[in-house]
């Protein structure tokens, strides 16, 4: 039984009723995925190289359902093992701690934590730990947690998981693509 989100090391998972193992990097390379905000540096870039190989591959076939949209969809799943928090909270937590690194690396040296070794849920508890000691009164915990924690619009309105990118237009439209680079009397296969 583990305790908390995951440590640095291999990670067990399943997609589609498939195993796959993620290799968890360390802390500092969560935070600077996070930061940037490329979740496929997630999922697939930390899959072993089989699971790589074969989740790119299900990706780039047509007519399967593991679309990009799916991947994000499961990034948005796996990212609270990784991290503590949903990806959002993540980005915005990691994107602080850069922005004022100097504050922030000194706070932790305050606090005994050594940042080039903690794992990615450590940081982004640290940051959060960090800002609350800056939280002066209840109303600024409470737009604090508001700030960090809701989901970005983009989901608060849909109610769905899409990145940008990955509207249904955009998806029609690259479907149409595809179909027209295919062209005539090629079934896809």
């Not at 080039?116 to 982004?124: E, F, K, L």
């Not at 309105?157 to 680079?181: C, D, H, K, N």
Request: charged letters at 25%.
């Amino acid at each position: 039984m583990t305790f908390g989100p995951a440590a640095p090391g291999p990670l067990a998972l399943t997609i589609d009723g498939r195993p796959f193992t993620l290799v968890v990097p360390d802390g500092q390379t969560l935070a600077d995925i996070a930061v940037s905000g490329q979740w496929p540096r997630l999922l697939p870039g930390l899959l072993d190289e089989d699971s790589r190989d074969l989740l790119t591959a299900r990706i780039r076939t047509p007519y399967d359902p593991m679309t990009w949209h799916a991947v994000f969809r499961i990034v948005l799943g796996l990212a609270p093992e990784l991290y503590g928090v949903e990806w959002w909270a993540a980005q915005r937590l990691c994107a602080l701690a850069q922005e004022r690194w100097r504050d922030w690396s000194a706070w932790c040296v305050r606090r005994g934590l050594d940042v080039d070794t903690a794992s990615g849920h450590r940081i982004v508890s640290a940051v959060w730990a960090w800002l609350m000691d800056h939280a002066q009164e209840q109303k600024d915990i409470v737009r604090l947690e508001r700030d960090i924690f809701d989901p970005p619009p983009e989901l608060r309105r849909t109610q769905a998981a899409v990145p940008r990118g990955f509207s249904q237009a955009e998806l029609e439209a690259q479907s149409r693509q595809i179909t027209a680079m295919a062209g005539p009397g090629d079934d896809g296969e």
